[in-house]
């Protein structure tokens, strides 16, 4: 697998999929490493001469005003990775420790955090042998940062707390920690980041599979592509609308079930949730857009302090994660929003007096078996799960550290809330594309557009038919797997 190199300036969303997930080897380029001992120096250099630093030679937020002697810059360091390792909960994923550890080595070598080499080098080493401190998913507020997740890294990394077992296992040895380092490693928004810049590539694969389950949806109603003319976008010229009329054009063309009944079609308009739909998503596309763009700035942004510039070192306020908990928080909004379209145009399809004659809740012997009664009954439990959680987090700021981190954004909680609203719109859209596949059963041998064909396809490699009733749970898990590893972006053509 080719390596992911850093250079502090390049990393991609993509990058990130690769080491937290597929665990592409990670290493530093060598020009990198040059900065990074230029901004040490400059570091030195202004410990030799007296300089007063903020956290550096001087205590903490609110006190900063509490001058530390040279003897004890190294116990300075040491302490605040001990007592900011104070995190709750259960611990972070895998993939997203190796996507805030991957986040960390970039921003380190910058060259504007005045850190040695060893400090991102240590970090790459341990991602590329598997070590992965246990990191819990509570306690920060995203400014200074996430100064708990990554100080239970750190605490990792200078061989205490439970992991110092596991680095020396992998035949690592810890680091001390000099005069900034510290620091330099707790300030930085990369717990949030990380998660952010993973759920953004998920919404990305959500937002393609639910144009897939909205066209099969559209064939099973007998509803018509007119609306998605690309006359009718072209005058509201939003961009992400245009392109999801496109990719429902492209799903829907050909199809044998929209010939059958053109002429003899008595409806004029089908329901919002039919014929909306790329109004609807490309808000969403809009929303998913403004977060990614956010995020894969913040993936190569100098995010603690103070920083190095030259010889000079300037404290500011760049840890503090607001941009990443906004991101988050529409991302949240906008998946809510595409979970809510897509259990509306499920309760048409299993509702007998909404689907054009399909049989009641798509049962073979309506009565006797339920089909997809319960189905779309846990489709609207997760709907509303999502909407409570679509309450921005990032405007829920407590002050903090004295009243001096007066102003926080709750950057972590944006992405807890930003996760959960990913699985239940994921699992939503699982289950309209059941229903849609469903759905089709009753209209053969009429045949959909060419990509519900392939959609239909891929429902039916992952699950059967419903021919008489049966427990939906591992239906709904597979087909969601399915979503979210992008299998449903090749089988229909959407691109974005």
């Known amino acids: 697998m080719t390596p992911v190199t850093l250079d502090g300036h390049s990393l991609s969303i993509q990058d990130v999929v690769a080491v937290a997930r597929d665990r592409a080897p990670v290493a530093i ?48 360091q040491l302490n605040l990775i001990r007592s900011h390792a104070s995190g709750v909960g259960d611990p972070l994923p895998v993939e997203a420790v190796r996507a805030m550890m991957l986040l960390r080595a970039n921003v380190l070598v910058r060259g504007t955090s005045g850190v040695r080499g060893a400090v991102p080098e240590l970090i790459v080493t341990m991602l590329n042998r598997g070590v992965h401190p246990r990191v819990p998913s509570q306690g920060s507020v995203g400014a200074s940062g996430d100064l708990a997740p990554l100080s239970h890294l750190a605490l990792a990394m200078i061989g205490e707390g439970d992991d110092g077992a596991a680095l020396k296992a992998a035949g690592i040895e810890p680091i001390t920690l000099e005069a900034k380092e510290g620091l330099a490693f707790v300030n930085g928004t990369q717990a949030q980041t990380g998660l952010a810049a993973l759920l953004v590539h998920d919404a990305w694969a959500l937002w393609r599979a639910a144009h897939a389950a909205a066209a099969m949806s559209l064939e099973a109603l007998r509803g018509t592509p007119d609306p998605f003319d690309a006359r009718v976008h072209e005058a509201r010229p939003h961009a992400w609308q245009q392109r999801s009329a496109a990719i429902l054009r492209d799903l829907l063309a050909d199809s044998e079930i929209r010939e059958s009944h053109r ?22 596309g809009e929303g998913l857009a403004f977060a990614e763009r956010l995020v894969a700035t913040e993936l190569n942004a100098a995010t603690d302090n103070p920083l190095v510039f030259g010889e000079e ?12 908990a906004l991101a988050l928080d529409v991302l949240g909004i906008a998946l809510a929003t595409l979970a809510g379209l897509a259990e509306r145009r499920l309760e048409r399809i299993v509702n007998p007096d909404l689907s054009s004659g399909l049989p009641a809740f798509l049962a073979r012997d309506p009565g006797i078996e339920s089909g997809f009664m319960t189905p779309q009954i846990a489709a609207a439990a997760l709907v509303a799960d999502a909407r409570v959680l679509a309450t921005p987090a ?3 700021s407590i002050p903090t550290e004295g009243n001096q981190e007066d102003v926080v954004p709750m950057g972590m909680t944006s992405a807890w809330k930003a996760a959960r609203i990913l699985a239940d719109a994921a ?29 239909y396809a891929a429902v039916r490699r992952e699950v059967p038919a419903l021919d008489a009733d049966r427990p939906f749970t591992a239906d709904i898990e597979r087909i969601t797997t399915a979503l979210l590893d992008g299998r449903f972006h090749a089988d229909t053509g959407a691109t974005r």
Do not use: M
């Open 313 to 324: 070192v300037i404290s500011g306020g760049n840890f503090h994660g607001q941009p990443i």
């Open 394 to 396: 990032s405007v829920q």
């Open 263 to 284: 002429e003899n079609d008595p409806r004029v308009q089908d329901a919002y949730s039919i014929r909306c739909t790329p109004q609807v998503l490309g808000a969403v």
């Open 427 to 455: 699992r939503v859209v699982a289950i309209e594309l059941l229903a849609g596949a469903q759905g089709l059963e009753f209209l053969k041998p009429l045949q959909p557009g060419r990509g519900v064909r392939r959609t």
């Open 29 to 76: 380029a060598p020009t990198a490493l040059r900065d990074v001992d230029a901004s040490r120096r400059a570091v030195e250099a202004a410990i030799a001469r007296g300089a007063t630093i903020y956290g550096v030679n001087t205590g903490f937020g609110k006190l900063a005003h509490v001058r530390i002697p040279p003897d004890q810059l190294r116990r300075l």
